[in-house]
């Protein structure tokens, strides 16, 4: 059974703020119909206070953070950014 992958809305905000910066989205893409797919194989698990939540590296130096909710087959992007910030993001988001 695929995954659906859905975005808070602050990490909605996070892509639009991106592509207003000119940052080339297109490897994303590619990444969001894999996470559907098997979120856990392209992925790696974190620790600390995202030890619920998984990463992929993106670009040169960017995040994309997020949650799998196992019983709904929901992948939850929480963040995606640079490295630093997309962390930090995470961790204000995770709930």
Known sequence: MEYQVRFLNEAEKD?????KA???LKP???YFSRL?????????SKKG???????VEW????????KILENDKIVL???ID???DAYKKAKKRNK
């Open 49 to 55: 206070d995202l030890g619920d939540c998984r990463a």
């Open 77 to 79: 992007i929480l963040a």
């Open 22 to 24: 000119g940052i080339n």
């Open 28 to 30: 994303l893409e590619r």
């Open 15 to 19: 892509l639009e703020n991106l592509c």
């Open 59 to 66: 670009g040169a130096g960017y995040r994309l953070i997020f």
């Open 36 to 44: 559907q797919n098997n979120p856990y194989l392209i992925s790696k």
């Open 82 to 84: 640079k490295h630093d």
